[in-house]
């Protein structure tokens, strides 16, 4: 059984940095892209970026971009997300999911992370 | 970017009923969409990919169809456990947008 395992929630000030990280356990780590998707509270999905685990070349949506930083390390099999200068809208749940490299166009989102809580709060 | 635009956002349906959830997109996606499931505090769960094919384990009552900018995902006879959000994905180009979501409620 594939499983993506995040890290635990956390509290950020506004201003600070945050990093999440998702361990893949179950399958090959480098057959399948991160993707990073957030889900602000009450309100819909939005897709950041995703991270290709064998070569580490990442992307992310423009509005992303220069703000996130997505990251692998191979040898434990875990991707992360790193967001800077955090907001108060940037409360949300943060997801990784995989993608089958080269195919997630077809395949989709197929297996996901159960969700890392981020607050931004003074 | 490519919009999403489902609709409706909200629907009011009873156990046994035939649902349907349209996805409209602002350019061709040919096939290249994804519908998810999402219950309160849990992550989506992927039901249907490249328009109309059924994930492994998905009950065969969702169906999807579609191809190009229209989109559905039908389920014929509404379950109790059906009850949640809907999101269509598209994954023709980036970022890899996601349409709004379709709470189905019980009537």
């Known amino acids: 059984q594939v499983l993506l395992a995040q890290s635990g929630a956390e509290v950020k000030k506004p201003g600070a940095s945050v990093r999440v990280s998702c361990k893949v356990s179950?399958?090959?780590?480098?057959?399948?892209?991160i993707h990073w998707i957030r889900q602000a509270p009450g309100q819909g999905l939005e897709w950041m970026g995703w991270v290709n685990p064998n070569s580490g070349v990442s992307d992310s949506a423009q509005r992303f971009q220069g703000w996130v930083t997505l990251t692998r390390d191979t040898s434990i099999s875990t991707a992360y997300m790193e967001l800077s200068r955090l907001k108060s809208n940037d409360t949300a749940v943060y997801y990784c999911a995989r993608g089958a490299i080269g195919l997630d166009y077809y395949y989709g989102l197929d297996v996901w992370g159960q969700g890392t809580t981020v607050t931004v709060s003074s | 970017d490519i919009q999403l635009t489902q609709s409706p956002s909200f629907l009011s349906a009873s156990v046994g009923d035939r649902v349907t959830i349209t996805c409209r997109a602002s350019q061709g996606i040919r096939t290249f969409l994804a519908w998810y499931q999402q219950k309160p505090g849990k992550a989506p769960n992927l039901l249907i990919y490249?328009?109309?094919t059924l994930q492994n384990g998905v009950p065969s009552r969702f169906s999807g169809s579609g191809s190009g900018t229209e989109f559905t995902l039908t389920i014929s006879s509404l379950q109790p456990e059906d009850f949640a959000t809907y999101y269509c994905q598209q994954l023709d180009s980036y970022p890899r947008t996601f349409g709004g979501g379709t709470k189905v409620e019980i009537k």
């Open positions: 179950g399958d090959s780590f480098t057959t399948h892209n």
């Open positions: 490249a328009a109309s």
